[in-house]
């Protein structure tokens, strides 16, 4: 986690200065998304695996 951090300001150069605010935004929304996709992709394969299983 630290490692992402440290990419993030030293090689993206993402600050809260006034003008990375948009690169800021930009990243927060991509976070989001991608933890809606893995979540809603995991809800789903929980949901499914007691269909897939044969009832004995």
């Known amino acids: 986690m630290i490692q992402i951090l440290m990419h993030m300001v030293f090689f993206l150069h993402l600050t809260t200065a006034r003008e990375q605010r948009w690169s800021l935004v930009a990243l927060m929304f991509t976070v989001v998304i991608i933890v809606l ?14 269909m897939l299983i044969p009832a004995k």
């Open 37 to 50: 996709l893995v979540g809603l992709g995991q809800t789903v394969l929980n949901l499914s695996i007691p």
